[in-house]
Protein backbone atom coordinates (compact mmCIF):
# COMPACT_ATOMS: atom_id res chain seq x y z
CA UNK A 1 0.00 0.00 0.00
CA UNK A 2 1.60 3.52 -0.89
CA UNK A 3 2.30 5.79 2.50
CA UNK A 4 -0.41 8.37 2.56
CA UNK A 5 1.03 12.50 2.63
CA UNK A 6 1.87 12.87 6.33
CA UNK A 7 3.43 16.04 8.18
CA UNK A 8 4.95 13.71 10.40
CA UNK A 9 6.35 10.60 9.93
CA UNK A 10 4.66 7.81 11.90
CA UNK A 11 7.43 6.26 13.21
CA UNK A 12 8.27 8.77 15.59
CA UNK A 13 4.91 8.56 17.42
CA UNK A 14 4.55 6.01 19.72
CA UNK A 15 1.52 3.77 19.08
CA UNK A 16 -0.12 1.04 18.42
CA UNK A 17 -1.04 1.00 14.38
CA UNK A 18 0.65 -0.77 11.44
CA UNK A 19 1.86 1.70 8.69
CA UNK A 20 -0.84 -0.32 5.85
CA UNK A 21 -3.30 -0.20 8.47
CA UNK A 22 -3.06 3.72 9.10
CA UNK A 23 -2.88 4.08 4.98
CA UNK A 24 -6.60 2.23 4.70
CA UNK A 25 -7.46 4.63 7.44
CA UNK A 26 -6.73 7.82 5.63
CA UNK A 27 -8.28 6.78 2.50
CA UNK A 28 -11.57 5.67 3.84
CA UNK A 29 -11.49 8.95 5.94
CA UNK A 30 -10.36 11.14 3.31
CA UNK A 31 -13.59 9.89 1.26
CA UNK A 32 -15.83 10.39 4.59
CA UNK A 33 -15.08 13.75 5.86
CA UNK A 34 -16.88 15.72 3.34
CA UNK A 35 -19.94 13.95 4.40
CA UNK A 36 -19.46 14.89 8.64
CA UNK A 37 -17.14 14.82 11.25
CA UNK A 38 -15.30 11.58 11.75
CA UNK A 39 -14.38 10.40 15.11
CA UNK A 40 -12.15 7.73 17.22
CA UNK A 41 -11.68 6.38 20.31
CA UNK A 42 -8.61 6.08 21.45
CA UNK A 43 -5.99 8.60 20.97
CA UNK A 44 -2.92 7.22 22.77
CA UNK A 45 -0.50 9.74 21.71
CA UNK A 46 -2.03 10.66 18.29
CA UNK A 47 -0.59 7.76 15.75
CA UNK A 48 -4.15 7.35 14.39
CA UNK A 49 -5.06 10.65 14.80
CA UNK A 50 -1.84 11.38 12.73
CA UNK A 51 -3.58 9.26 9.40
CA UNK A 52 -7.23 10.25 10.08
CA UNK A 53 -6.30 14.09 10.43
CA UNK A 54 -4.27 14.51 8.02
CA UNK A 55 -7.26 13.13 5.75
CA UNK A 56 -9.59 15.09 7.63
CA UNK A 57 -7.24 17.98 6.95
CA UNK A 58 -6.95 17.21 2.94
CA UNK A 59 -10.93 16.92 3.25
CA UNK A 60 -11.64 20.18 4.76
CA UNK A 61 -12.99 17.62 7.57
CA UNK A 62 -12.76 17.29 11.17
CA UNK A 63 -11.67 14.48 13.22
CA UNK A 64 -12.92 13.79 17.40
CA UNK A 65 -10.67 12.04 19.22
CA UNK A 66 -11.64 10.55 22.16
CA UNK A 67 -9.43 9.40 25.06
CA UNK A 68 -9.29 9.33 28.64
CA UNK A 69 -5.99 9.92 28.88
CA UNK A 70 -5.19 7.07 31.47
CA UNK A 71 -4.56 4.27 29.36
CA UNK A 72 -6.05 0.77 29.12
CA UNK A 73 -5.76 -2.11 31.47
CA UNK A 74 -2.46 -3.39 28.93
CA UNK A 75 -1.24 -0.23 29.59
CA UNK A 76 -0.97 -0.02 33.76
CA UNK A 77 2.23 -0.85 34.84
CA UNK A 78 2.97 -4.28 34.96
CA UNK A 79 1.29 -5.21 31.63
CA UNK A 80 2.59 -6.18 28.77
CA UNK A 81 2.30 -2.59 26.89
CA UNK A 82 3.18 0.12 30.02
CA UNK A 83 5.53 2.61 28.80
CA UNK A 84 6.65 4.33 31.94
CA UNK A 85 7.75 7.45 30.12
CA UNK A 86 4.02 8.02 30.15
CA UNK A 87 3.68 7.98 33.60
CA UNK A 88 2.55 11.10 35.48
CA UNK A 89 3.68 10.86 39.14
CA UNK A 90 1.95 13.60 40.74
CA UNK A 91 -1.29 12.24 39.46
CA UNK A 92 -0.49 8.67 39.94
CA UNK A 93 -1.34 7.83 37.01
CA UNK A 94 -0.62 7.13 33.21
CA UNK A 95 -1.40 10.28 31.19
CA UNK A 96 -0.59 9.91 27.71
CA UNK A 97 -2.79 13.89 26.60
CA UNK A 98 0.59 15.91 26.58
CA UNK A 99 2.23 13.53 24.16
CA UNK A 100 -1.21 13.41 22.05
CA UNK A 101 -1.19 17.77 21.85
CA UNK A 102 2.45 17.84 20.95
CA UNK A 103 1.70 15.52 18.61
CA UNK A 104 -1.06 17.36 17.11
CA UNK A 105 1.00 20.67 17.03
CA UNK A 106 4.05 19.55 15.33
CA UNK A 107 1.63 17.94 12.76
CA UNK A 108 -0.50 21.53 12.36
CA UNK A 109 -3.89 19.46 13.15
CA UNK A 110 -4.64 21.19 15.63
CA UNK A 111 -7.51 23.44 14.03
CA UNK A 112 -8.41 19.64 12.64
CA UNK A 113 -8.67 17.44 15.35
CA UNK A 114 -10.79 17.75 18.60
CA UNK A 115 -9.55 15.91 21.75
CA UNK A 116 -12.79 14.44 23.80
CA UNK A 117 -10.93 13.68 27.40
CA UNK A 118 -12.94 12.02 28.94
CA UNK A 119 -14.49 7.90 29.07
CA UNK A 120 -16.03 6.94 26.31
CA UNK A 121 -19.31 5.21 27.31
CA UNK A 122 -20.11 9.22 28.31
CA UNK A 123 -19.51 10.90 25.96
CA UNK A 124 -21.17 8.51 23.60
CA UNK A 125 -24.54 9.06 25.84
CA UNK A 126 -24.12 13.19 25.55
CA UNK A 127 -23.09 12.85 21.16
CA UNK A 128 -25.81 14.01 18.66
CA UNK A 129 -24.16 14.67 15.69
CA UNK A 130 -24.61 11.72 12.41
CA UNK A 131 -20.42 10.76 11.77
CA UNK A 132 -18.80 9.73 8.37
CA UNK A 133 -16.75 7.89 10.08
CA UNK A 134 -16.16 6.13 13.10
CA UNK A 135 -13.04 4.10 14.33
CA UNK A 136 -13.06 2.05 17.28
CA UNK A 137 -9.56 1.33 18.89
CA UNK A 138 -10.23 2.08 22.52
CA UNK A 139 -10.50 0.00 25.65
CA UNK A 140 -10.17 -4.15 24.65
CA UNK A 141 -12.16 -5.66 27.86
CA UNK A 142 -15.43 -6.97 26.84
CA UNK A 143 -17.06 -4.21 28.69
CA UNK A 144 -15.44 -1.18 27.06
CA UNK A 145 -15.28 -2.65 23.20
CA UNK A 146 -19.51 -3.43 24.21
CA UNK A 147 -19.48 0.45 25.54
CA UNK A 148 -18.25 1.67 22.39
CA UNK A 149 -19.89 -0.56 19.61
CA UNK A 150 -23.76 0.29 21.16
CA UNK A 151 -22.96 3.61 22.41
CA UNK A 152 -21.17 4.75 19.09
CA UNK A 153 -21.95 3.19 16.02
CA UNK A 154 -25.75 4.61 16.12
CA UNK A 155 -24.42 7.51 15.34
CA UNK A 156 -22.91 6.63 12.43
CA UNK A 157 -24.90 7.55 8.62
CA UNK A 158 -25.85 5.54 6.37
CA UNK A 159 -23.01 5.13 4.28
CA UNK A 160 -20.43 5.92 7.17
CA UNK A 161 -17.33 3.80 7.36
CA UNK A 162 -17.28 1.79 10.51
CA UNK A 163 -13.49 0.92 11.31
CA UNK A 164 -12.12 -1.55 14.16
CA UNK A 165 -8.52 -2.50 15.38
CA UNK A 166 -7.35 -5.28 16.55
CA UNK A 167 -9.47 -8.52 15.24
CA UNK A 168 -8.16 -11.54 15.78
CA UNK A 169 -10.14 -14.02 14.58
CA UNK A 170 -7.48 -16.41 16.41
CA UNK A 171 -7.25 -16.02 19.80
CA UNK A 172 -3.77 -17.03 20.20
CA UNK A 173 -3.19 -13.33 18.39
CA UNK A 174 -4.70 -11.34 20.81
CA UNK A 175 -7.39 -10.44 22.93
CA UNK A 176 -11.43 -11.21 21.63
CA UNK A 177 -13.38 -8.43 22.64
CA UNK A 178 -12.81 -6.00 19.13
CA UNK A 179 -13.26 -9.21 17.29
CA UNK A 180 -16.93 -9.70 19.05
CA UNK A 181 -17.94 -6.63 17.99
CA UNK A 182 -16.74 -7.31 14.84
CA UNK A 183 -18.98 -10.31 14.35
CA UNK A 184 -21.83 -8.16 16.45
CA UNK A 185 -21.40 -5.60 13.45
CA UNK A 186 -21.86 -8.26 10.87
CA UNK A 187 -24.47 -10.02 12.25
CA UNK A 188 -26.19 -6.70 12.77
CA UNK A 189 -27.60 -6.70 9.10
CA UNK A 190 -26.96 -3.32 8.67
CA UNK A 191 -23.24 -3.22 7.78
CA UNK A 192 -21.19 -5.08 4.90
CA UNK A 193 -17.46 -5.77 4.93
CA UNK A 194 -15.70 -3.02 2.92
CA UNK A 195 -11.80 -4.35 3.91
CA UNK A 196 -9.46 -5.96 5.81
CA UNK A 197 -5.81 -4.79 6.24
CA UNK A 198 -3.65 -6.88 9.21
CA UNK A 199 -6.19 -6.39 11.87
CA UNK A 200 -7.95 -3.64 11.06
CA UNK A 201 -11.62 -3.97 9.76
CA UNK A 202 -13.78 -1.44 7.54
CA UNK A 203 -17.22 -1.86 7.19
CA UNK A 204 -19.72 0.54 5.26
CA UNK A 205 -23.16 1.24 7.16
CA UNK A 206 -25.87 0.20 4.30
N1 LIG B 1 -5.31 4.62 18.24
C1 LIG B 1 -4.08 4.65 19.02
C2 LIG B 1 -4.00 3.56 20.07
C3 LIG B 1 -5.08 3.61 21.10
S1 LIG B 1 -4.66 2.64 22.51
C4 LIG B 1 -2.86 4.55 18.08
O1 LIG B 1 -3.03 4.64 16.86
O2 LIG B 1 -1.76 4.40 18.56
C5 LIG B 1 -6.16 2.63 23.40
C6 LIG B 1 -6.48 3.94 24.08
O3 LIG B 1 -7.84 3.83 24.54
C7 LIG B 1 -5.65 4.27 25.32
O4 LIG B 1 -4.98 5.50 25.12
C8 LIG B 1 -6.68 4.36 26.48
O5 LIG B 1 -6.45 5.43 27.37
C9 LIG B 1 -7.98 4.54 25.74
N2 LIG B 1 -9.16 4.03 26.44
C10 LIG B 1 -9.33 2.79 26.95
N3 LIG B 1 -10.55 2.66 27.48
C11 LIG B 1 -11.18 3.85 27.31
C12 LIG B 1 -12.47 4.34 27.65
N4 LIG B 1 -13.38 3.57 28.26
N5 LIG B 1 -12.77 5.62 27.34
C13 LIG B 1 -11.86 6.42 26.72
N6 LIG B 1 -10.63 6.00 26.37
C14 LIG B 1 -10.29 4.74 26.65
MG1 LIG C 1 -5.35 -0.86 18.50
Not at 50 to 60: I, M, S
Not at 120 to 126: F, K, N, P, Q
Request: a negative charge.
Amino acid sequence: MTPPPLPLDPASIKGFLDPDEGAALYDAAMARAPFGPCLEIGAYCGKSALYLGAACKAAGGVLFSVDHHRGSDENQPGWEWHDASLWDAGAGSLDTLPVFRRTLRAAHLEETVIALVGRSAIIARHWATPLSLLFIDGGHTMEAALADYHGWTPHLMAGGVLAIHDVFPDPADGGRPPFEIFQLALASGLFETACEVKSLRLLRRL
